[in-house]
């Protein structure tokens, strides 16, 4: 089974602090994606990377930043925590480049901004 | 840009009874579609998905959805609900232009009641 793991699941960080979402997966998977899920807006997409070093933006990047050196993880970074970006996020990869593949989630990091 | 519309934000049934969860999307091209699936306190997975062929997909639990063109829509049916079916869904879009990135709908919250 794939498997796709963030690093915590709840997390609280003050107001400015730089913040890092870790998310790890172990199936060779060439997509990494990182997703925020507020309700009424269902997922919507941050960024992505299909390749290490490579990334392209979602529809929401603006406050984020991400970092694949490796190609098993994705890292999101928020570069100063506001508290609109209180929401919970989803890491997911997917196999090949084409748009023909399912995708897989992590459990998610419930990240609290106070 | 492609678009995702579910029409229900919430819905509740009892058991035995009949599920449809609507789903529209706005992209007049190629597309590929998913429906995906949150359990309480899990992680998102995929219940089905449509990329080419017959438009009537089955998917896990009993679970299938048509994929009608000229509607541009691709609704989740069930024929008899169960308590176990309670959770998140979320209807999902991948236009073949659009490389990677698979866009979500809002979400829909069924509550089964035993």
């Known amino acids: 089974d794939v498997k796709v793991t963030q690093s915590s699941r709840y997390l609280v960080k003050r107001t400015g602090e730089k913040v890092f979402l870790e998310c790890v997966q172990d199936?060779?998977?060439?997509?990494m994606f990182w997703y925020r899920q507020d309700p009424g807006l269902g997922l919507r997409l941050i960024y992505f990377?299909?390749?290490?070093?490579?990334?392209e933006k979602g529809d929401i990047p603006e406050g984020y930043s991400v970092s694949r050196e490796k190609k098993e993880r994705f890292s999101l970074i928020l570069e100063s925590a506001s508290t609109n970006q209180t929401s919970m996020y989803l890491c997911?990869?997917?196999?090949?480049?084409?748009?023909?593949?399912?995708?897989?989630f992590g459990q998610g990091t419930r990240l609290t901004v106070v | 840009a492609q678009s995702v519309s579910q029409h229900n934000h919430h819905v509740i049934l009892s058991e035995a009874a009949s599920l449809e969860l609507g789903c529209n999307y706005s992209?007049?091209?190629?597309?590929?579609l998913f429906w995906y699936v949150q359990y309480p306190g899990q992680h998102l997975q995929l219940l089905l998905k449509?990329?080419?062929?017959?438009?009537l997909v089955k998917g896990i639990k009993g679970f299938e959805a048509e994929f009608i063109k000229s509607k541009f829509s691709f609704n989740l049916r069930k024929p008899s609900v169960q308590w176990s079916d309670t959770a998140e869904y979320f209807c999902?879009?991948?236009?073949?232009?659009?490389?990677?990135?698979?866009?979500f709908g809002g979400g829909t919250r069924l509550m089964v009641k035993p």
């Open positions: 997911a990869s997917s196999l090949t480049r084409g748009p023909n593949t399912e995708a897989f």
């Open positions: 199936m060779d998977h060439e997509n």
């Open positions: 990377s299909y390749d290490v070093k490579m990334k």
């Open positions: 992209y007049g091209g190629t597309v590929n």
């Open positions: 449509y990329f080419s062929g017959d438009p």
């Open positions: 999902a879009v991948n236009a073949n232009n659009a490389g990677n990135m698979l866009t």
